[in-house]
């Protein structure tokens, strides 16, 4: 299965933020350009910082918690196919 999402919707769901989390490990990130509500670019790019700030951390579990609470179902019947 293929569903095409928006970058809207996968920024939505925490999982943009928790990738980039991983990708500090190892000094790069997913840069998303956004002009109002348009992606305008997206790019992988070497990055000296590590991690987020406090807020961004909170915000960040917040919505993948939510993500994975609404979705559960969906996600173990899809890995016991």
């Known amino acids: 299965m ?3 999402k928006t970058w809207q919707e996968f920024r939505n769901t925490g999982l943009l933020w928790f990738i980039n ?7 790069w990130a997913l840069v998303v350009e956004i002009d109002g509500d348009e992606v305008k670019n997206c ?3 070497r990055i000296k910082f590590r991690g ?11 919505k993948l918690t939510g993500y994975v609470a609404d ?11």
Do not use: M, R, S, W
């Open 2 to 4: 293929v569903e095409k």
């Open 52 to 62: 987020f700030g406090e807020k961004d951390t909170d915000e960040g579990y917040k």
């Open 43 to 45: 790019y992988p790019a």
């Open 21 to 27: 989390t991983t990708l500090h490990l190892f000094g």
């Open 71 to 81: 979705n559960i179902n969906d996600l173990v019947k899809e890995v016991e196919e």
